[in-house]
């Protein structure tokens, strides 16, 4: 069985009011979910799922560029992001 977590820095999810996250009659779009937007809005949680990524082995620092990168990421960095 999973350990649950209890990640303190999602705690304002807690405090979200009523939101979409679909328009019904619509395809769903992730980018148009009102909850979605909402959450990546609040500082604690986009840290939260920074740290998340970095813990997980997901996303990696180089020193000598300075910047973060997927593990499967190419060694340029994409400039369009």
Do not use: Y
């Not at 405090?15 to 979605?36: C, Y």
């Not at 740290?51 to 560029?65: K, M, S, Y």
């Amino acid at each position: 069985m999973r350990k649950k977590r209890n990640r303190k820095a999602l705690e304002p999810a807690r405090a979200m009011p009523a939101l979409r996250h679909s328009i019904e009659g619509q395809d769903f779009n992730i980018n148009a979910s009102e909850v979605v937007n909402w959450l990546m809005a609040q500082e604690s949680i986009k840290l939260d799922v920074f740290n998340l990524c970095r813990e997980a082995g997901l996303i990696v620092f180089n020193p000598d560029t300075h910047t973060w990168s997927g593990t499967t990421a190419p060694e340029t960095p994409n400039k369009d992001i």
